[in-house]
Protein backbone atom coordinates (compact mmCIF):
# COMPACT_ATOMS: atom_id res chain seq x y z
CA UNK A 1 0.00 0.00 0.00
CA UNK A 2 1.29 3.65 -0.82
CA UNK A 3 2.61 5.51 2.11
CA UNK A 4 1.12 8.75 2.24
CA UNK A 5 3.01 11.96 3.66
CA UNK A 6 0.14 14.95 4.18
CA UNK A 7 1.78 18.06 4.62
CA UNK A 8 0.21 20.78 6.85
CA UNK A 9 -0.46 24.04 6.30
CA UNK A 10 -1.69 27.19 8.15
CA UNK A 11 -3.82 25.86 9.95
CA UNK A 12 -3.37 22.38 9.80
CA UNK A 13 -0.10 22.06 12.29
CA UNK A 14 -1.53 18.98 13.88
CA UNK A 15 -3.31 16.65 12.22
CA UNK A 16 -6.10 15.55 15.10
CA UNK A 17 -7.33 12.31 14.60
CA UNK A 18 -3.33 10.60 14.01
CA UNK A 19 -2.60 8.08 16.55
CA UNK A 20 1.27 8.74 16.90
CA UNK A 21 3.83 6.01 16.62
CA UNK A 22 6.91 7.94 15.92
CA UNK A 23 7.74 11.29 15.18
CA UNK A 24 11.23 11.31 13.44
CA UNK A 25 14.04 14.45 13.86
CA UNK A 26 15.71 14.09 10.74
CA UNK A 27 18.34 15.60 9.26
CA UNK A 28 19.24 16.33 5.33
CA UNK A 29 21.61 17.66 3.08
CA UNK A 30 19.59 21.05 2.72
CA UNK A 31 19.32 20.84 6.84
CA UNK A 32 16.23 20.60 8.91
CA UNK A 33 12.62 19.99 7.72
CA UNK A 34 9.92 22.79 8.97
CA UNK A 35 9.59 20.49 12.14
CA UNK A 36 9.54 16.40 13.15
CA UNK A 37 8.09 14.12 10.76
CA UNK A 38 4.81 12.46 12.36
CA UNK A 39 4.51 8.51 11.88
CA UNK A 40 1.27 7.23 12.91
CA UNK A 41 -2.09 5.48 12.00
CA UNK A 42 -4.81 7.94 10.64
CA UNK A 43 -8.19 7.23 9.05
CA UNK A 44 -6.59 3.48 9.58
CA UNK A 45 -3.63 3.44 7.22
CA UNK A 46 0.15 4.18 8.19
CA UNK A 47 0.90 8.11 7.23
CA UNK A 48 3.52 10.57 7.74
CA UNK A 49 2.42 14.04 8.66
CA UNK A 50 4.85 17.36 8.67
CA UNK A 51 3.41 20.28 9.36
CA UNK A 52 5.05 22.95 6.89
CA UNK A 53 5.51 26.06 8.53
CA UNK A 54 6.68 23.87 11.86
CA UNK A 55 4.71 23.74 15.27
CA UNK A 56 3.98 25.60 16.34
CA UNK A 57 3.79 28.02 13.34
CA UNK A 58 7.72 29.57 12.66
CA UNK A 59 8.01 29.63 9.27
CA UNK A 60 7.13 32.46 6.50
CA UNK A 61 5.84 30.65 3.48
CA UNK A 62 9.20 32.43 1.96
CA UNK A 63 11.25 30.77 4.45
CA UNK A 64 9.90 27.13 4.57
CA UNK A 65 13.27 24.83 4.32
CA UNK A 66 10.94 23.09 0.94
CA UNK A 67 13.91 20.93 -0.10
CA UNK A 68 14.56 19.30 3.21
CA UNK A 69 10.50 18.77 3.89
CA UNK A 70 10.28 16.84 0.94
CA UNK A 71 13.92 15.24 1.28
CA UNK A 72 13.17 14.25 4.61
CA UNK A 73 9.55 12.90 3.97
CA UNK A 74 11.22 11.06 0.92
CA UNK A 75 13.39 9.31 3.26
CA UNK A 76 10.93 8.58 5.95
CA UNK A 77 9.77 6.61 2.97
CA UNK A 78 6.86 8.73 1.65
CA UNK A 79 5.83 7.74 -1.85
CA UNK A 80 3.04 10.13 -2.00
CA UNK A 81 2.25 13.55 -1.45
CA UNK A 82 -0.60 15.35 -0.48
CA UNK A 83 -0.58 18.59 0.42
CA UNK A 84 -3.31 21.21 1.86
CA UNK A 85 -2.79 25.19 1.31
CA UNK A 86 -5.20 27.92 2.71
CA UNK A 87 -5.70 30.25 -0.40
CA UNK A 88 -6.99 33.33 -1.33
CA UNK A 89 -10.18 33.03 -3.96
CA UNK A 90 -9.91 34.73 -7.04
CA UNK A 91 -12.28 33.28 -9.59
CA UNK A 92 -15.72 34.10 -8.36
CA UNK A 93 -16.33 30.59 -7.63
CA UNK A 94 -14.13 30.69 -5.08
CA UNK A 95 -15.39 31.92 -2.41
CA UNK A 96 -14.60 31.77 1.36
CA UNK A 97 -14.77 27.55 2.62
CA UNK A 98 -14.60 26.71 -0.91
CA UNK A 99 -12.38 23.59 -1.53
CA UNK A 100 -10.16 23.20 -4.68
CA UNK A 101 -7.99 20.87 -5.91
CA UNK A 102 -5.83 23.34 -8.88
CA UNK A 103 -4.81 21.10 -11.68
CA UNK A 104 -2.42 23.72 -13.10
CA UNK A 105 0.58 26.61 -10.93
CA UNK A 106 1.66 29.90 -11.82
CA UNK A 107 4.72 30.58 -10.39
CA UNK A 108 5.75 34.25 -9.20
CA UNK A 109 8.02 33.17 -6.06
CA UNK A 110 11.39 34.36 -6.01
CA UNK A 111 14.57 34.12 -4.04
CA UNK A 112 13.63 30.73 -2.50
CA UNK A 113 16.08 27.40 -2.92
CA UNK A 114 13.69 26.06 -5.56
CA UNK A 115 15.40 22.98 -6.93
CA UNK A 116 17.89 20.16 -5.87
CA UNK A 117 19.61 20.64 -9.24
CA UNK A 118 21.92 23.23 -7.22
CA UNK A 119 25.67 23.75 -6.15
CA UNK A 120 28.33 20.85 -7.08
CA UNK A 121 27.01 18.82 -9.18
CA UNK A 122 27.53 17.09 -12.84
CA UNK A 123 24.45 17.04 -14.34
CA UNK A 124 21.11 19.10 -14.41
CA UNK A 125 17.59 17.36 -15.59
CA UNK A 126 15.26 19.46 -16.77
CA UNK A 127 11.96 17.81 -15.08
CA UNK A 128 8.98 17.83 -17.09
CA UNK A 129 6.34 19.88 -15.54
CA UNK A 130 3.87 20.91 -17.87
CA UNK A 131 1.29 18.84 -15.52
CA UNK A 132 2.67 19.71 -12.01
CA UNK A 133 0.48 17.80 -9.81
CA UNK A 134 -0.42 14.03 -10.17
CA UNK A 135 -3.36 13.27 -12.31
CA UNK A 136 -4.56 10.50 -9.82
CA UNK A 137 -4.10 11.96 -6.54
CA UNK A 138 -6.06 14.71 -7.96
CA UNK A 139 -8.97 12.60 -8.94
CA UNK A 140 -9.05 10.81 -5.58
CA UNK A 141 -9.35 13.96 -4.03
CA UNK A 142 -11.86 14.67 -6.34
CA UNK A 143 -13.38 11.88 -5.28
CA UNK A 144 -12.97 12.18 -1.69
CA UNK A 145 -15.28 15.55 -2.12
CA UNK A 146 -18.21 14.69 -4.20
CA UNK A 147 -18.48 11.62 -2.12
CA UNK A 148 -18.60 13.90 0.88
CA UNK A 149 -20.76 16.71 -1.05
CA UNK A 150 -18.19 19.25 -0.09
CA UNK A 151 -18.53 22.01 -2.79
CA UNK A 152 -15.50 22.12 -4.50
CA UNK A 153 -13.52 23.04 -7.66
CA UNK A 154 -11.77 19.68 -9.78
CA UNK A 155 -9.72 22.15 -11.46
CA UNK A 156 -8.06 25.86 -11.14
CA UNK A 157 -4.85 27.22 -11.21
CA UNK A 158 -3.02 27.84 -8.09
CA UNK A 159 -0.61 31.63 -8.15
CA UNK A 160 2.02 30.97 -5.88
CA UNK A 161 3.21 34.79 -4.58
CA UNK A 162 5.96 35.02 -2.76
CA UNK A 163 4.29 36.69 0.71
CA UNK A 164 4.56 37.37 3.73
CA UNK A 165 2.27 39.65 2.19
CA UNK A 166 -0.90 39.71 0.60
CA UNK A 167 -1.30 40.97 -3.11
CA UNK A 168 -2.35 44.47 -3.72
CA UNK A 169 -5.50 45.09 -6.02
CA UNK A 170 -3.66 45.37 -9.09
CA UNK A 171 -1.71 41.99 -8.68
CA UNK A 172 -4.84 40.20 -8.04
CA UNK A 173 -6.05 41.89 -11.64
CA UNK A 174 -2.81 40.63 -13.01
CA UNK A 175 -3.37 37.09 -12.07
CA UNK A 176 -6.31 37.00 -12.73
CA UNK A 177 -5.23 37.63 -16.51
CA UNK A 178 -3.00 35.65 -16.16
CA UNK A 179 -5.89 32.79 -15.89
CA UNK A 180 -5.25 32.04 -12.33
CA UNK A 181 -8.66 31.20 -9.80
CA UNK A 182 -6.77 30.88 -6.73
CA UNK A 183 -3.94 32.26 -4.76
CA UNK A 184 -1.41 31.55 -1.99
CA UNK A 185 2.04 31.36 -1.11
CA UNK A 186 3.37 27.91 -0.47
CA UNK A 187 2.49 25.89 -3.56
CA UNK A 188 5.82 26.65 -5.09
CA UNK A 189 8.97 25.58 -4.79
CA UNK A 190 7.14 22.43 -3.06
CA UNK A 191 5.42 20.92 -6.30
CA UNK A 192 8.42 21.15 -8.50
CA UNK A 193 10.64 19.58 -5.74
CA UNK A 194 8.06 16.90 -5.24
CA UNK A 195 8.73 16.34 -8.96
CA UNK A 196 12.77 16.32 -9.01
CA UNK A 197 11.91 13.45 -6.41
CA UNK A 198 9.92 11.50 -8.28
CA UNK A 199 7.33 12.04 -5.32
CA UNK A 200 3.74 12.04 -6.73
CA UNK A 201 1.78 15.02 -5.38
CA UNK A 202 -1.27 17.17 -5.04
CA UNK A 203 -2.63 19.71 -2.98
CA UNK A 204 -5.95 20.51 -1.82
CA UNK A 205 -6.62 23.95 -1.27
CA UNK A 206 -9.19 25.86 1.15
CA UNK A 207 -10.25 29.03 0.36
CA UNK A 208 -9.85 31.08 3.70
CA UNK A 209 -10.45 35.41 2.06
CA UNK A 210 -11.60 36.67 -1.00
CA UNK A 211 -8.37 37.75 -2.65
CA UNK A 212 -7.29 41.71 -2.09
CA UNK A 213 -10.08 43.74 -4.80
CA UNK A 214 -12.49 40.34 -4.56
CA UNK A 215 -14.65 41.84 -1.79
CA UNK A 216 -15.82 45.14 -0.79
CA UNK A 217 -13.42 45.46 2.41
CA UNK A 218 -9.76 44.59 3.01
CA UNK A 219 -9.06 41.13 4.07
CA UNK A 220 -7.68 40.45 8.07
CA UNK A 221 -6.13 38.01 9.71
CA UNK A 222 -9.48 37.47 12.51
CA UNK A 223 -11.32 36.26 8.79
CA UNK A 224 -8.68 34.10 8.15
CA UNK A 225 -8.88 32.49 11.02
CA UNK A 226 -12.32 32.05 11.17
CA UNK A 227 -12.42 30.02 7.84
CA UNK A 228 -9.37 28.41 8.51
CA UNK A 229 -11.47 27.19 11.77
CA UNK A 230 -14.36 26.48 9.74
CA UNK A 231 -13.10 25.04 7.02
CA UNK A 232 -10.18 22.15 8.26
CA UNK A 233 -12.76 19.78 9.43
CA UNK A 234 -13.69 19.19 5.86
CA UNK A 235 -10.17 18.90 4.98
CA UNK A 236 -9.30 16.33 7.45
CA UNK A 237 -12.62 14.43 6.81
CA UNK A 238 -11.41 14.64 2.99
CA UNK A 239 -7.88 13.35 3.37
CA UNK A 240 -9.12 10.79 5.92
CA UNK A 241 -11.50 9.82 2.88
CA UNK A 242 -8.48 9.23 0.25
CA UNK A 243 -6.55 7.33 2.77
CA UNK A 244 -9.61 4.71 3.07
CA UNK A 245 -9.73 4.75 -0.80
N1 LIG B 1 -3.04 35.62 -0.98
C1 LIG B 1 -1.95 34.82 -0.86
N2 LIG B 1 -1.89 33.81 -0.01
C2 LIG B 1 -2.97 33.57 0.75
C3 LIG B 1 -4.12 34.36 0.68
C4 LIG B 1 -4.16 35.44 -0.24
O1 LIG B 1 -5.15 36.20 -0.35
N3 LIG B 1 -4.99 33.85 1.58
C5 LIG B 1 -4.38 32.78 2.16
N4 LIG B 1 -3.16 32.60 1.66
Known amino acids: MTVYAIIGGTGL ?19 APSAPIQRGEFAGREVLFLARHGHPHRFPPHQVNYRANLWALKQAGAEAVLAVNAVGGIHAAMGSGHLCVPHQIVDYTWGREHTYFAGDIDHVTHIDFSHPYDEVLRQ ?18 YAATQGP ?3 TVAEIAKLERDGCDIVGM ?32 IITMAEIEQALHDGIGKVRAVLARVLVS
Open 186 to 217: TGMPEAALARELELPYACLSLVVNPAAGKSSG
Open 140 to 157: KLVAALQALGHPHSSHGV
Open 13 to 31: TQLEGLTLKDSLSLDTPYG
Open 165 to 167: RLE
